[in-house]
C-alpha cells in the first residue's frame, strides 16, 4: 500500500503524497479535545456542567465497565451478570476472559461498593488463584481500559500546572510545572469552602444519573502545597490572584507515559526499597534549593505517586517485603503515604495485587499480618470449569485467524480443553455419576435424572472447584507443540491424537507436579476423554452415512404411519402388496430401541410424538423429520444400521477395497468435509480409525 502514496524525487525525500494521507489518518480535532488547557475559572465552569470530571478512582472504574454494557444470564437457577468490558472490547479479544462471570460479578460489586462509599474503597483488591487462571489478564484490561476511557468524553479527566519562574517561584509565570501527581484541580480549593462547592455539584451529579456521591478528600501534594503557600503568602492571602497561576490541563491515563497507572514488581528482597512505590530525593536539586526537605528537591515518582487518580497494580503483591505491606495499609484505609522527610500525602488509587496459592497460604499462617488480611478483600479466580468455555480459550490462540498454514481437524482443541476441565472437577458424591457427566452438567448438557438442583448441590459440596488442575497454559504449550511437530508440518494437519500424545508425554517433566498419584490420574483423565472422543467421531460418520435426506423422510413417514395407526388402533395399507396389515411393530421398535425406550414406555412414547405433531398442527407448522430431537437421532441411528452393511465400513481396514464401496466411502469423506469441518486428510483419518473400532466390534450395540 505505501507504494501508492510514495514516490521518490532526485533527492529521494518521501512525497507530499504520502504526507497528506498520514494527515488524513490523524482526527487533530479529537486530539485538541483530548489536550484541552483553560485557566482555572473555565475548569469551574467546565466542572460545574459535568461535574463527573471529578469522580474518584474507584467511581472512574466502575462507570468504565458498564459504559461496555452487560446482560443477565440464568445458569442453574442463579442470575449471573456478564460484563462486556471483560470480553476486551479493545483488541477484538486479545484479553477477552472466558467462564468467569460469577468471579468478574464479585469484582465489579466491590467496585460498585466502594464507588458508593462503602467501605470497599480502604481496602486492597487481592485476586487469589492457580498459575494460568487470567490474574494478570483481569489487571491488564482494568489498565487498558482505563486507558481507552480517559480518552472519551465520559472519562475525561482533569489536572493543573503552575505557571512560576525558572525556580519555582512566585515571581514570575514563564516556565511551567506540572502537578507531579496528577492531582484534581478542586483541591486546591481551601478546605473551608469545599463544602457548598460539593453540594452544588453532587445536586447535579445526582440530576445526571451518577452513582453514589462526589467527595473531595485530602490535600494537595506537598509540592503543591508550597507552591500554594508561597503564591498565597507573595498575594498577601488572596487566593483568586494565586489561581491566576494555575494551568488546568485534560490529562490521558497511560501506563507507558506513568500517568494515573502504575505497576510494582518484587524484586530481590534485599534490594527492596520503599521509594520505590512514595518517591526518592532528587539529589541533584538540593544545591538549587538548599535542603533535601524542600518539596522541590524531591521526585513524587514512586508507584504509588505516579497511580493516583487511576489504578496501581502489585504483581505477586505477597512477595513483598513486609515493610513494604506497611506502606500499603496506610494507602488504602487511609489513602495516604508517607514519602521520605514529608507528612502523609493523599492518594486516590485503587491498589490491586494478585497472589497464587502458596504465597497466601503463608500470609495466613503469619499472625503479624493481620492487619493486612484485615484490610485484603480476597476474590477468587479459579480456572474455568465450563467446557464451552474453555474451548473458546484455545481458539483464540490457535483459531483459523492465527493458524493458517496446518489444518486443525473437528475437536482436536475440545479435547484437549475436555481433559483440561476434567482435571480441575473433584469427583462427584452423587452415586452413578461419573466425572465426565459432571462436567456436561456444567456445560449445560441434560442428563438424565439431573436437574439444575443437581448441578447446585454438586457445586456447593466441591467450593474449591477450579482451584487446581491442569493451567491452560500447559494445553496451549502442548498444542503449540502439535502444530510444529514434523508430522503435522508434512500432513498440514493436526489431529486430536496428536494433541492427547503431547499432553500425556509432557507430564512426565511438569515442572509443576511432582506427585505421581496426580499424573497418573491425569493419564487416567486422558482414557476419559479418548473414549469420549471415539463417541463423538461414531456419531459423526453415523450421521455421515445416514445423511441421505431422502431416505430419512421415508423412514420417518412409515414410522409416523405406523404410530399413527397403532395409537388410534387402525390398520396400515400396505404400499406393495395394497393389502391391509396391523402396525408394523418390528420397524417401530428398532428405531425406539436407538434412544433407550424400553418396551414398557413405548405407548408413552408414541402417544407423546402424536400430541406433539397435533400441537404444531395447531399452531400452523409441519412436522418434519427433523423438528423432533430425540426422534430425528434415532432415525440416523437407524439409517446407519441399514446402511452399514450396504457400505461396508469394516472393509476400510482392507487393503482391496472395491469400486463400487469406495465410491459410497467417497460420499461420506465429502459429508464429513462439507458438514463437520474435516479436510481430505482428517476425514480419511477418522474414516480409518471408526472402521478399525467396528473392525474390533468394540462399539456399542456390536
Not at 43 to 55: G, I, K, S, T
Not at 388 to 395: K, L, S
Not at 413 to 428: D, F, S, Y
Not at 438 to 462: F, S, W
Request: with cysteine; charged share 30%.
Amino acid at each position: 500500500m505505501i507504494n501508492d502514496y510514495t514516490s521518490t524525487s532526485g533527492n529521494g525525500r518521501i512525497s507530499d503524497r504520502l504526507l497528506t494521507f498520514v494527515e488524513s489518518q490523524l482526527d487533530r480535532e479529537r486530539y485538541q479535545e483530548q489536550h484541552w488547557e483553560g485557566g482555572y475559572a473555565e475548569y469551574l465552569d467546565l466542572v460545574q456542567a459535568n461535574p463527573a470530571v471529578m469522580r474518584n478512582a474507584y467511581q472512574r472504574i466502575y462507570d468504565m465497565i458498564l459504559s461496555h454494557g452487560w446482560e443477565k444470564i440464568r445458569r442453574f437457577k442463579q442470575d449471573i451478570i456478564r460484563y462486556h468490558f471483560f470480553s476486551d472490547p479493545f483488541e477484538e479479544g486479545a484479553d477477552g476472559i472466558f467462564g468467569l462471570d460469577n468471579p468478574l460479578m464479585r469484582l465489579v460489586d466491590v467496585f460498585r461498593s466502594a464507588a458508593e462509599g462503602y467501605g470497599t474503597d480502604k481496602r486492597i483488591l487481592l485476586l487469589h488463584g492457580p498459575v494460568g487462571s487470567s490474574k494478570s489478564t483481569v489487571a491488564r484490561l482494568l489498565k487498558k481500559g482505563l486507558e481507552r476511557y480517559s480518552r472519551t468524553d465520559a472519562g475525561a479527566l482533569y489536572s493543573y500546572t503552575w505557571l512560576l519562574d525558572e525556580h519555582a517561584g512566585p515571581t514570575g509565570m514563564g516556565c511551567e510545572f506540572p502537578c507531579p501527581m496528577h492531582e484534581e484541580p478542586l483541591l486546591l480549593i481551601p478546605a473551608e469552602a469545599r463544602e457548598p462547592v460539593l453540594e452544588t455539584l453532587n445536586q447535579t451529579y445526582a440530576e445526571m444519573g451518577g452513582r453514589g456521591k462526589l467527595l473531595l478528600k485530602g490535600e494537595l501534594n506537598p509540592f503543591c502545597r508550597k507552591v500554594l503557600s508561597d503564591l498565597l503568602r507573595h498575594y498577601d492571602g488572596d487566593w483568586s490572584q494565586a489561581m491566576r497561576h494555575v494551568r488546568v490541563r485534560r490529562i490521558i491515563l497511560s501506563e507507558k507515559d506513568r500517568v494515573g497507572i502504575g505497576t510494582f514488581q518484587p524484586k530481590d528482597e534485599k534490594n527492596q526499597d520503599s521509594t520505590e512505590l512514595t518517591g526518592d530525593i532528587n539529589y541533584r536539586k538540593i544545591a538549587l534549593y538548599g535542603s533535601d526537605s524542600d518539596p522541590r528537591a524531591f521526585n513524587f515518582d514512586g508507584e504509588l505517586n505516579v497511580g493516583n487518580r487511576g489504578i496501581c497494580e502489585f504483581i505477586e503483591v505477597l512477595k513483598l517485603d513486609v515493610a513494604f505491606l506497611y506502606d500499603l495499609l496506610g494507602a488504602t484505609q487511609e489513602h495516604m503515604i508517607k514519602p521520605k522527610k514529608f507528612a502523609q500525602t493523599s492518594i486516590d488509587e485503587v491498589i490491586l495485587g494478585h497472589t497464587n496459592e502458596p504465597e497466601y497460604k503463608r500470609l495466613q499462617s503469619n499472625e503479624l499480618m493481620e492487619a493486612f488480611r484485615d484490610r485484603t478483600i480476597k476474590i477468587d479466580i479459579p480456572y474455568n470449569t465450563r467446557l464451552d468455555d474453555e474451548v473458546r480459550i484455545y481458539q483464540r490462540d490457535f483459531g483459523p485467524r492465527r493458524v493458517t498454514n496446518v489444518h486443525i481437524a473437528p475437536h482436536t482443541l475440545e479435547v484437549a480443553a475436555m481433559w483440561a476441565v476434567l482435571t480441575r472437577l473433584e469427583e462427584p458424591k452423587k452415586q452413578g455419576l461419573t466425572l465426565l457427566q459432571k462436567m456436561k452438567l456444567y456445560n449445560g448438557k441434560a442428563i438424565p435424572g439431573c436437574t439444575e438442583d443437581t448441578v447446585k448441590e454438586l457445586r456447593e459440596e466441591a467450593p474449591r472447584e477450579g482451584m487446581g488442575g491442569i493451567s491452560p497454559r500447559y494445553v496451549q504449550d502442548k498444542v503449540s507443540n502439535a502444530l510444529v511437530s514434523p508430522q503435522a508440518i508434512e500432513e498440514r494437519t493436526v489431529s486430536p491424537f496428536m494433541v492427547m500424545n503431547e499432553l500425556e508425554s509432557g507430564l512426565s517433566h511438569h515442572s509443576l507436579i511432582s506427585d505421581e498419584d496426580v499424573k497418573r490420574r491425569y493419564r487416567e483423565l486422558l482414557a476419559v476423554v479418548l473414549d469420549e472422543y471415539e463417541d463423538i467421531i461414531k456419531g459423526e460418520v453415523q450421521r455421515a452415512i445416514s445423511a441421505d435426506e431422502d431416505a430419512i423422510k421415508r423412514l420417518c413417514q412409515n414410522y409416523i404411519e405406523n404410530v399413527r395407526a397403532y395409537t388410534q388402533k387402525e390398520r396400515v395399507v400396505n404400499r406393495y402388496t395394497g393389502k391391509e396389515e396391523g402396525p408394523d411393530e418390528r420397524l417401530m421398535r428398532s428405531i425406539e430401541e436407538k434412544i433407550d425406550i424400553p418396551e414398557t414406555r413405548k405407548d408413552d412414547f408414541r402417544q407423546e410424538i402424536m400430541n406433539y405433531i397435533g400441537a404444531l398442527s395447531l399452531d400452523g407448522r409441519k412436522f418434519e423429520y427433523n423438528t423432533n430431537a430425540r426422534l430425528y437421532k434415532a432415525l440416523e441411528l437407524k439409517l446407519f444400521e441399514d446402511s452399514r452393511d450396504t457400505i461396508k465400513l469394516k472393509n476400510l481396514v482392507s487393503s482391496v477395497v472395491d469400486d463400487a464401496t469406495q465410491a459410497k466411502i467417497d460420499v461420506v469423506k465429502q459429508r464429513l468435509i462439507r458438514n463437520f469441518g474435516y479436510n481430505e486428510s482428517s476425514a480419511t483419518d477418522v474414516l480409518n480409525y471408526v472402521a478399525s473400532i467396528f473392525a474390533r466390534g468394540d462399539h456399542k450395540g456390536e
